[in-house]
T-cell receptor
Framework: GESVGLHLPTLSVQEGDNSIINCAYSNSASDYFIWYKQESGKGPQFIIDIRSNMDKRQGQRVTVLLNKTVKHLSLQIAATQPGDSAVYFC?????????????FGRGTSLIVHP | DGGITQSPKYLFRKEGQNVTLSCEQN?????MYWYRQDPGQGLRLIYY???????QKGDIAEGYSVSREKKESFPLTVTSAQKNPTAFYLC????????????FGPGTRLTVT
């Protein structure tokens, strides 16, 4: 599969632990943010999104926190499972040219040990 | 079975040759996007299209070209002018309004030697 995890920040956790993945974004005008999960050799998959007028949103086993003051986004995964092992990207979306255009972060590689 | 397909999964070309990567979607999405992904980096936007017969350059369009003659199809041509074409290429689509989620294809790994 694709070695997209090479040279990425890495978070190693034990199965059952909670994981927190962080992301710093650059544009204070970004309107919404999305977290994606990418497994080796595959395209990214949507996990959860949050609009800029919110500071927290919860999904199934995941929570996204947004701190606009410091332009920081985090993804919390509860009770992490081996199947959560993947690279996680945040994307900030900014309105330009008549559309929301995403800018992706470098990604964080999550490794879950059984 | 709706989704985005990219073909082939792996593609090999000699330097100096143009190559076209296929992207097809049957989700009835208006917008389509092409990204490039290199090891240790995030996705970088090459081109995007909001409607048929219209497209815009992304952040790294030099050495690439696209067309959008049909809603379902958004092929990407990697030309010989692209200085470092070896990469993993991802196609995505999205409804133009409503959900902001992008749906990604499985990707094409292009190797140019």
């Amino acid at each position: 599969g694709e070695s997209v995890g090479l040279h990425l920040p890495t978070l190693s956790v034990q199965e059952g632990d909670n994981s927190i993945i962080n992301c710093a974004y650059s544009n204070s005008a970004s309107d919404y943010f999305i977290w994606y999960k990418q497994e080796s050799g595959k395209g990214p998959q949507f996990i959860i999104d949050i609009r800029s007028n919110m500071d927290k949103r919860q999904g199934q086993r995941v929570t996204v926190l947004l701190n606009k003051t410091v332009k920081h986004l985090s993804l919390q995964i509860a009770a992490t499972q081996p199947g959560d092992s993947a690279v996680y990207f945040c994307a900030e979306n900014t309105w330009r040219g008549g559309s929301y255009i995403p800018t992706f972060g470098r990604g964080t590689s999550l490794i879950v040990h059984p | 079975d709706g989704g985005i397909t990219q073909s082939p999964k792996y593609l090999f070309r000699k330097e100096g040759q143009n190559v076209t990567l296929s992207c097809e979607q049957n989700l009835n999405h208006d917008a389509m996007y092409w990204y490039r992904q290199d090891p240790g980096q995030g996705l970088r936007l090459i081109y995007y299209s909001q409607i048929v017969n219209d497209f815009q350059k992304g952040d790294i369009a030099e050495g690439y070209s696209v067309s959008r003659e049909k809603k379902e199809s958004f092929p990407l041509t990697v030309t010989s002018a692209q200085k470092n074409p070896t990469a993993f290429y991802l196609c995505a689509s999205r409804l133009r309004s409503g959900s902001y989620e992008q749906y990604f294809g499985p990707g094409t790994r292009l190797t140019v030697t």
